[in-house]
């Protein structure tokens, strides 16, 4: 059997991160092709008005053109083993890709180079921040006219409070844009545009005195570049590769992800700038991935990806150890011992049962309906993860079916997407209307997400209706038995508990938010759940 500290350090596993509409899932789909683990990229088997990308494989998202989950890819390249993780930019679903977030070891931001630092990608830094995960920026669509090059880069460094080492630089931009210069290996890359970009794109690699570099370029570009090279040189401090591990300087790639401009040079620099597995914290003490003992936490559950098998996967971060078949792991919420056998490799919507698995790589359970999202599995019971953040929800609404026939149906699917966290359910004090149930969420678009799939995967119409509160509180510990019945509620303000028990007060504005602190202080209202006892 393999070493596992050597496979360990060969596994690469990372997300790709960004406000909606960089290029992300674009990017996703040149690494696979890159990486030899497409042989087109989807876009061009794409039929009118209809993308298949190996990334956004649900049917919302390939009608939206936009990515509403986070999907995993894992694939070889150069001896490394790859787990790359797309995700959804956009705000509604950052509760998804901040779980993603905890699975993964790096992070590529993708930045659309005509736009900037947008206000999704500020968040997502932060969390990747917090982690002290590196980062690597990719200035994507070159191929139009961007901001001002240098602009960028301060305002990178500036916005984000970052290091940015430029590793390679544009030679023009927009419809100028001929390749990139590699500052590191003092190289010019050159590109042809491909039709529809769906090939490798030709490489020619020549030195920057070069006269083929002055010649793809016409006058004004090739100044331009020769200017902001030598301003970059006189200014930029070498590359400083502990700093950029900790998180404290991100390497800079350009290029346009749609040509296939840069991505390769993207793809090798992943393997040097992104970290193999690091060690991680638990209930029992830092458990290092090398361990002679497997571990791991499920950070997403998705059913129904499989069409014609309508079952559930748990996606597992193996964090320590080596999984094999029927490995019997503890669980950690109910204690139970449960043999693995049915672990897959996954890409995409597509899976493959797999003998092995080592610590970085992301795993597909299938078939085990008790594990839920944060949930630990050990060999060592005394090994338990605590990794998944939890948010306040800002919209809600009570779903209810109209259609007394489809009962199981709309119950079995209300359930499964609970259990996905695509939406999540309240409890109501006053225990409510039966019919319906109360929905939370952190953005408007996952109660579409909820509906669509009631209706696509569960054949089931639900109807919606949303309700006016805007702030989640939960009610602290601090709190003295029976203060809220005594105190009286700001107006349409409402009582309820989450899905663990938790109370929680859900207010329409900041102002009652404030009025209820100002006036009955002894009421501790927290912005996160409290810790579980
Ligand atoms: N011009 C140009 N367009 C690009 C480039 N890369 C991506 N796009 C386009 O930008 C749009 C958004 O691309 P996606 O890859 O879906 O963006 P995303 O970041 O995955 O979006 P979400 O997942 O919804 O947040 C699509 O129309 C792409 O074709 C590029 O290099 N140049
Ligand atoms: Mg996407």
Redesign the pocket.
């Known amino acids: 059997m393999a070493d596992i500290a050597a496979e360990v350090a060969r596994r690469r596993t990372f997300a790709?991160i960004?406000?909606?509409?960089?290029?992300?899932?674009?990017?996703?789909?040149k690494l696979l092709l890159y990486g030899g683990a497409l042989q087109l990229a989807g876009?061009v088997t794409a039929r009118k008005n209809q993308?298949a990308?190996a990334?956004?494989w649900m049917e919302l998202?390939r009608k939206r053109?936009?990515?509403?989950s986070s999907t995993v890819l894992q694939f070889d390249y150069l001896g490394h083993r790859i787990n790359l993780l797309?995700?959804?930019?956009?705000k509604d679903f950052s509760e998804d890709t901040y779980r993603v977030l905890t699975a993964v070891d790096a992070a590529v931001m993708?930045i659309?180079a005509g736009k900037g630092i947008e206000s999704q990608t500020r968040k997502l830094f932060e969390v990747c921040r917090l982690r002290g995960i590196p980062i690597l920026t990719f200035m994507?669509?070159?191929?139009?006219e961007t901001r001002d090059l240098l602009e960028l880069v301060d305002e990178l460094e500036s916005t984000l409070q970052i290091h940015a080492f430029p590793v390679n630089w544009p030679m023009g931009v927009g419809e100028r844009f001929k390749g990139v210069y590699d500052r590191v290996m003092r190289q010019a890359h050159m590109y042809e545009r491909t039709a529809r970009g769906a090939y490798k794109a030709p490489v020619e690699v020549a030195g920057i005195g070069d006269p083929a570099v002055k010649d793809a370029l016409d006058a004004d570009s090739y100044e331009r570049f020769v200017e902001q090279i030598d301003l970059i040189e006189a200014t930029s401090p070498g590359f400083d590769r502990a700093d950029a591990l900790k998180g404290g300087t991100t390497p800079v790639f350009f290029?346009?992800?749609?040509?296939n401009?840069g991505v390769q040079l993207l793809l090798d620099a992943l393997l040097e700038h992104a970290p193999p597995p690091a060690p991680r914290a638990s209930a029992g003490g830092i458990v290092r991935p090398e361990r002679d003992s497997f571990s791991g936490f499920v950070f997403k559950i998705q059913g129904n990806m499989d069409p014609r098998h309508r079952d559930r996967v748990a996606f597992v971060r193996v964090c320590s150890g080596r999984f094999t078949r029927d490995l019997p792991v503890v669980h950690s919420r109910t204690g139970k011992t449960y043999r693995l056998a049915n672990a897959h490799k996954i890409f995409g919507r597509d899976r493959e049962i797999i003998e092995e698995a080592y610590a970085g790589d992301v795993i597909g359970l299938v078939g085990y309906s008790d594990f839920g999202i944060g949930d630990t599995l050990s060999e060592d019971p005394a090994v338990v993860f605590d990794e998944i953040p939890r948010f306040a929800p800002e919209c809600f609404a009570r779903i209810s079916n109209p259609n007394p026939a489809k009962y199981k149906p709309f119950a079995k699917g209300l359930e499964q997407l609970l259990r996905e966290g695509v939406v999540r359910s309240l409890q109501p004090h006053d225990s409510g209307d039966a019919k319906t149930t109360l929905l939370a969420a952190v953005g408007p678009l996952q109660f579409e997400v909820a509906q669509f799939r009631m209706l696509s995967e569960y054949g089931v119409e639900s109807r919606l209706e949303p309700m006016p509160w805007t702030l989640a509180r939960w009610i602290g510990p601090k709190t003295p038995a029976g203060a809220i019945e005594a105190v009286g509620l700001p107006m349409q303000s409402a009582r309820v508990r989450d899905e663990t028990g938790a109370e929680m007060i859900l207010f329409p504005t900041p102002w009652s938010v404030q009025y209820l602190t100002e006036k009955h202080p002894e009421i501790e209202l927290l912005r996160l759940p409290p810790a579980r006892r």
Not at 140 to 144: E, G, H
Not at 255 to 259: I, K, L, P, R
Request: negative net charge; charged residues 25%; aromatic residues 2%.
């Open positions: 790709i960004s406000h909606p509409d960089a290029g992300k899932t674009t990017l996703t789909e876009s993308s990308s990334s956004d998202e053109g936009i990515s509403v797309d995700t959804p930019g956009h993708v659309d994507n669509k070159l191929d139009r290029g346009s992800a749609v040509n401009f």
